[in-house]
Structure formats: structure tokens, C-alpha cells
């Protein structure tokens, strides 16, 4: 039968199920799939912190949400316009997120009483009218693919373990997503284990057939490819992003990597990644706590190479100690914090942006620290190499943070050339014919030498004492402490020198024409804010963007900015911390929004933020 | 989950290989630092501090090549005192800045100096982390079996029933035997010595540097001010029947003649006190500090009185070659760059899976 394809522009796709069924996985390869067609897209895996949870559960379901279009997108969506729910409990954990209209396609295999009743269904929901706004395709994808499989002699169990790559298949033919990748995937992934090779590309390719053959699926979709920028594309998280923006700051310094890190959700993948690229001088120390993965990563910057631990907020909360030696002792170091939901252990796989006061002040004493925040998974890789140069050139500690939804969320990448990467200079001290002053500074920088063991004449004793100017001897002269602690204050101050001014995107301020609200933010929200501004410039709403990359020391020009415009909003993943900033040191009252879901905000949402605050705005004077 | 056999590595069993050394002679003035000695009139830091400037001109390094890192306490000022590169860092925490260091730089010679109360309270995790990796450092343990720096609080080793400022009643606690502790922490070199015997601190000093991986020598020594006397026993008139010496491939014999041995219970593998002259020489337990099986080592170890120390065996309990964690780690780098050639930036950032936009 001849079946019809249209065209859409966008599709958001979101594949749930439970944990152990695989649906990371499926949603990976997906984004593969669909980075290798040239679409542009945006990506949201949303996990449980159960490695399984009891199966058939709400809290065991595990999703992953795909949003790609034939333009350039900015979130990986609100609200999906497809959902694949593999068991009831996937259905019910996200079926309220849909909008009228959309499509469910829903394994009808695990519906029995005993399923629903653990995923909190009174009724089935297949046979009552509950679904009746959606197109639902009940397929019985585990029976399909069991028997598709058979052949190959499995268990059960791994037989309908196959039913991800069913699912798979039939979505990747609904959007005519090109299957070679995922089959040479798979090739490589069970390369010694035959059997499963073959089942799981068997029902890959099952599931394909299926929805090519099958009257229930009578339209086909085509969303073109987006039209993007030239050049050499991948796809790419943020934690992986990340792991090469260190990489490539080692190689561009000369500096061999350390990385002290101990284990936690999310930021284990940089630790995963970065053992596995010794052979470009990195180094890989898997510590007994979190204060050991920071102790010897500063050892290592001591020792000349470039220290870098990567953690969560938890893991910062235990450094802090370290991170104030390392303010005193004035070296280089790169302390990321892949940002979760808190306090305390809090929402281990969801997102939040609420360190930045953590950051900015969670040491005893004045010990302030460069802040650095990437605004989405591809810029992970620039913001590792800008904290590098402001740690090695300001010898100071650099926080990075990231948080859960940049560093799992993936997106394409054009790739840099990479002899456009930024030369970082360790400039190490050499002995020279005046007695050594480890704590003499360069005039512009206020930096201080960094005087490596090994180096003749330079032998000099440094500690978390306080230390008298220049010569670096223990002091405890209150004008010299005063004089320290001002010192190490305006160098981290001078950073604000060597960035660029904060740029504003507001269209009509080439024709006299500026925005009276301006949306503020930083990290990974700029992806909604984005999104919402464009919503709203649809709307008729004139409207400023400004994102910040630099959280400490701001850019020098911020607070001028600030004051242009009459509203100021600033939408954040906590109560409101950059807000208190801002307010403090620039006296602007900026209007807050402020979410914790462990969520990332959505673009509709933020939309109708700047509706109210617009519609709100007294009508321009004179 | 699997595992692999490492490959060997070039296995050195010298802790100063790779460490660059000097032709000019070295004397003890040439590591003493310009900084007033600050601890107080009595100390016993100032021995050990005497003992180490006069002991690393042996040595010959390069003095730009050896590192001294500390934690907190009383002790933790020693890098201060000596012309070498130095770092006074935070409590406890020296043995993870000395992984990250000895890791990155096979150059360098480096020591940890460390109290009762950095290594043993705030630091256990650390010190008992860093012995079982074998990471090549010498830490240098002054065990004073109180606080000093905090005004005479109990320590981790002091004497359960100790009266100080904050156990009014006496302490509560059980003290850590710190020997028994690095042998249960898989040391490779764990040592005894005294503060003011500097003939055998040198000598175990000699052997700990030699030593490739985590050396670990405590050091009785005495707090003039909040536990003074507390190695009394094992000094002056009468040491001799207090300090058991343990000399590796030597009966062990104890006594101002002599006249006390040791014997291993074959059954229990416990270590009992005998009189030579009942057993003779002949049946006398002989020490073996290099035997693989640790629990000899251990046994030993347990002679130790627990409350105030009127015997303790002193010297080197235990001296075992297994690689280094720093040179296993060194060597993997290495594997990599040679099996598969120097990291090729380019090709790591594009992956597998590009698109071209025209």
C-alpha cells in the first residue's frame, strides 16, 4: 500500500519506560540517527536515581525526550508530540505532559491487572475513554518482538529485552530516520555475543518492517534538514563536551591533565571519559572521597600540571576546604560541579542551578573564586577552556558549573578547527638574580608565579597561613592580612578585564528601538529563556536576551546594561541566587521566576512570564 | 564486572630512582630554611627536625627536587624549617596533595610530615588510602599521643583513662596502635623509631627514603608541655627493657643483657615474652621484616603497651617491594601513547559520527 508522508517542521519525541528496558539507549541512538540526517535537535534524559527500580513502577520509569526540527532549536521541548510508553507506568508517569493530539504508542503486552494496579491504574486505560484526546497505537511490541527473534535461541526474558530496538525501528521508519548507524551500533556493542547481535538488529529491522507494512500506520513524516551554519557537525552532551574542553585545554597550555575525582551522579561520565584518553597525557586518579580527589588534583597543580577535579554540589560542599587552600596558596585549578537538585543528597538525576551561592561563598573567610557556567552541552567544551585560561593565567581555583540537564542533554556541535583553540600560557617562574618572591605579582593580572618543584633556586614554602606580601613568609601583621585579603580579592576582580562586554540581543536597539524588558540569565537555562524570547518577539512583545557565561567577576559592563531597561527578569532553577547578586552589587530590583522541579523550564512557560511582566509595564512615559 | 592481570611494571625498588641528584656537596646548613624555629623550648620536633637537615645532605638531591608537604597540628610546621620546595596545607589532608604530586612528578622526592592528630583523627581515610595504593612517599608520623597545637585535648593515640582539658573523667576512648593500623592498610614499610634516639631515627630514615612506595615511620615524640614524659620508659636508665629492637634477620632479644626473647605460639601465631635463658637462643623468634604475610609484622606490632608505654618494639616491622600505584598509573599513560600513539586532538573531537553542512 502506498502510504502518505508529510512534512512537519519539528517533532518532539519522548520514549519512557522503565529502567532496565533501555530507553537511554533508544533515545542515544535516535539522536543519532537523527544528528546523522542533519536535523537540528535537542535532547532530555530524564532517569530515576535507582539503578532499577522495583520494575513497573512510577518511580522506576526512565524517559528520554528528543526534540528535533528542519530549523535551529534551542530546547529540547515543552510537550511531546509523540510518546512511546513501554508499560503502564511509563503511560501514566508522562501521558500528562501531552497535548490533545498527540500520538501514543503504547506496548500493550504488560497491561494486566497486577501491572496497572503497581502503576496506580484503577482501570485500564486502553479500554476506557482516558485516551480518547490521543492517537493511540497499541502495539504489542514485546510479543512482536519476541517472535521476530526467535530464531536466534534466546531466553524469554532477552528475547523481549529486544523490544527497545522494535520500538526503535518503528519510530525511526515514522520519521524516516536513516538505520545504518544504529546497525553498525549494535554490530560493535554485541561484537562477542552473536545471538543478541543478531536478535537486537533483527528487531531493530522488525520494527522498521512494521511500520511500513501495517495499515495502523498510515502516515510517514518528513521534517527536513535544518539549515545550519557550515561546517563539520557531531552530536555531543554536555559531560562529554566537557571532558574534551579539558582535554584540549591541557593540550593548548602544555600542561599534562590531572583529574582527582570520586564517583557522583552527574558528573561521573567526565571521570569515565577522561580515563580513557591517557594517551594525551591525562591522568586519572579515582580518589577515596571527594576532599582526596581535590587534594591531589592541587598537589598536581603544585607540581606544574593542570589540576582539575569534577564533582556535584554534595562533592563542592566537601571540598570547600580545599578550594580555600587553593585561594591562598593562588595556583591553578578546575573544580567542576555538574549542578543536581539539593540540599543534601536531594534529586541525585534531576537538574537545579542552586550552588551558584554555594560557589560564590561556601568558604570561611574572603575567598573568592572565578565562576564560570556554560549555557549548553556543545558550549561545555569553550567554558572548560575559558576556566583553564582564567585559572592558569589569574593562578587561582575556577569553578565550573554545569548541571544534570547540560550534562546529559546532547545537541550537534560544529566542530572548532582546532588551531583556532585558544593558546593558554603556564608562564612558569625561572630562577632569576634576585632572591625568589613567591608572592610578588604581575601588574596587571595580580598573579602570582607559579614556581614549580624541580626549578633551581626557587625552593619557597607556601601553606594556608596567611602570608606576608611578596615574600610569601607566614604572617600575622594585620595590615598585611588586610593588604592579602584585598589582593586576592582584585586579582580574581581583574578577570572582568579580559572578557568581552555582555552581549544583549535586542533586535530593535539598531533602530532606536531598545527592549524595555530584558530576560537575564545563566547556565543551562539560556535554551528556554531563548526559546521563550522568540515566542514572545512573535507575539509582538519587544524583548532583550542576555545570558552570562562569567558569574564571578561579572562583565564589566553589566550593571550599565542593567539600567537600560525598565524590567530586568531573571528566571532561574533555584530561589533566586543570581537575583540576590545582581540586587546586591547593582542595586537593580530584578523580577525573579524561579522553578525546582529538577526540571528544565519550558520554553511556553517562560513565554507567558514575559507576557506578564510586558503587560504589566506602565505605558512608556512622554 | 571483569578484571585483567597488569602488566608488570618496570618494577624500581628504589624510592629515589628518577630523582635527579648533585655532584656539590651538601651540608646540613644548606637545608635549613631562614625561618625562626617556633615550636616550644623542649620540643621533640627540633630533634627529628635536626635529625632529617642532617640526614638529607646523604641523600645528594637535588635540593629544588624534594618535596616536604604537611597537614595541621605542631608537627605540621616542619616544611617550613627546610630550604626544599614546601607545602603547609590543610588538616589532614597531606597525603591526598602528595598522591597528586608523586603521581605527576616521578622527579621528586616527597614527604609528608604529619601528627597523631592529622594522620590518625581528620586524615585516617587519607593515610589509610594512601598505604594501600603504595604511593612512593616517606610519612614522617610524630606521635605525641596528645593535642598540642589545640591546647592538650586527648588524641587518637592517647591512653583510654587520659585526663585532658576535654575528658575531665578521663578518656573513653580506645587509642589507634598506629603500626597495627598502616599493617592493616597493606603498608609496604612501616617503621618505629624515637625522637631522641637520632643513631636509629637516621637509620630508619636511610631505609624508609630507599623505599619504593608509602613509607610509613612513627615517630615517638615527646610534648614537653601537654604529655611530657609519655616515651619516658623507653629512654634513659632501664630502655633497654622497655624497647624490643627489631633488626631484620636477628634473633629478637631485649634486656640489658639481653635476657628476654621472643617466641611465636605456632598454634595462635601470638608473639609471648620468654627469658633466654629458660628456651634458649636457638628457639628465639627471628625477625623477618620482608616476609609477604604481614601478620609476623602484625603480632609484633601488638606488643606495643596501649596504655602508658612502658615496652614497645622499635624499628622496621615491615619491608615488602609490590608496585607503586604512582609508577603503575605512570605506566599506563605510557602504554597508551605507545600502543596507540599521542592523542590526536582533532580526530577526538570529531568521533565517529560527523555530518558535513555545506
Known sequence: MTKQVKQLDRVIIRFAGDSGDGMQLTGDRFTAETAAFGNDLSTLPDFPAEIRAPAGTLHGVSSFQVHFADHDILTPGDKPDVLVAMNPAALRANVADLEPGATVIVDSHDFSTRNLTRAGYADNPLEDDSLDNFAVHQVDLTALTVEAVKEFGLSRKDSARAKNMFALGLVSWMYGRPTESTVEFLQTRFASKTELRDANITAFRTGWNFGETTEAFAVSYEIKPAVMRPGRYRNITGNLALAYGIIAAGQRSGLSVFLGSYPITPASDILHELSKHKRFGVTTFQAEDEISGIGAALGASFGGALGVTTTSGPGVALKSETIGLAVMLELPLLICDIQRGGPSTGLPTKTEQSDLLQAMFGRNGEAPVPIIAPRSPSDCFDAALEAVRIAVTYRTPVMLLSDGYLGNGSEPWRLPEVTELPDIEPAFATAGAEPFLPYARDPETLARPWAVPGTAGLEHRIGGLEKADRTGDISYDPANHDLMVRTRQAKVDRVAASIGPLEVDDPGSEHGQRARILVLGWGSTYGPIGAAVRRARRDGISVAQAHLRHLNPFPSDLGEVLRRYDRVVVPEMNLGQLALLIRAKYLVDVVGYNKVRGLPFGAAELADVIQGVAAELPAREG | ?358
Open chain 2, 1 to 358: 564486572m571483569t578484571s585483567i592481570d597488569l602488566p608488570t611494571p618496570d618494577l624500581r625498588s628504589d624510592g629515589l630512582a628518577g630523582v635527579p641528584s648533585t655532584e656539590t656537596p651538601q651540608t646540613r646548613k644548606d637545608f635549613a630554611s631562614d625561618q625562626e624555629v617556633r615550636w616550644c623550648p623542649g620540643c621533640g620536633d627540633y630533634a627529628v627536625l635536626a635529625a632529617v637537615q642532617g640526614f638529607l645532605p646523604e641523600l645528594g638531591l637535588r635540593r629544588e627536587n624534594i618535596v616536604f608537604i604537611s597537614g595541621i597540628g605542631c608537627a605540621a610546621r616542619f616544611p617550613y624549617y627546610l630550604d626544599t620546595f614546601g607545602l603547609h596545607s590543610i588538616h589532614g589532608r597531606a597525603p591526598t596533595i602528595a598522591t597528586g604530586l608523586a603521581v605527576t612528578r616521578p622527579d621528586l622526592s616527597v614527604w609528608v610530615v604529619t601528627g597523631d592528630g592529622d594522620a590518625l583523627s581528620i586524615g585516617g581515610n587519607h593515610l589509610i588510602h594512601a598505604l594501600r595504593r603504595n604511593v612512593n612517599m616517606t610519612i614522617l608520623l610524630f606521635n605525641n599521643r596528645i593535642y598540642g597545637l589545640t591546647k592538650g585535648q586527648y588524641s587518637p593515640t592517647s591512653e583510654t583513662g587520659k585526663v585532658t582539658k576535654s575528658t575531665p573523667m578521663g578518656s573513653v576512648d580506645t587509642p589507634f596502635n598506629p603500626i597495627s593500623l598502616a599493617l592493616g592498610a597493606e603498608a609496604t614499610f612501616v617503621a618505629r623509631t624515637i625522637d631522641s634516639d637520632r643513631v636509629h631515627l637516621t637509620s630508619v630514615l636511610r631505609e624508609a627514603a630507599a623505599h619504593r612506595g608509602s613509607s610509613l615511620v612513627e615517630i615517638y615524640q615527646n610534648c614537653p608541655i601537654f604529655n611530657d614524659g609519655a616515651f619516658d620508659a623507653l629512654k634513659g636508665g632501664g630502655r633497654e627493657a622497655a624497647i624490643i629492637p627489631l633488626v631484620h634477620g636477628e634473633p629478637i632479644t631485649f634486656g640489658s643483657e639481653g635476657e628476654h626473647g621472643l617466641r611465636r605460639d605456632a598454634r595462635t601465631g601470638a608473639i609471648d615474652v620468654v627469658e633466654v635463658a629458660e628456651l634458649g637462643a636457638e628457639s628465639l623468634l627471628v625477625h623477618d621484616a620482608h616476609t609477604d604475610d604481614p601478620s609476623l609484622a602484625f603480632a609484633l606490632s601488638r606488643l606495643t603497651d596501649a596504655g602508658r608505654i612502658n615496652r614497645a618494639p622499635v624499628g622496621i616491622f615491615r619491608q615488602v617491594e609490590r608496585p607503586t600505584y604512582d609508577d603503575l598509573a605512570r605506566q599506563q599513560v605510557t602504554t597508551a601513547r605507545q600502543t596507540s600513539g599521542e592523542g590526536d586532538l582533532g580526530a577526538l573531537l570529531s568521533g565517529r559520527d560527523t555530518w558535513t553542512v555545506a
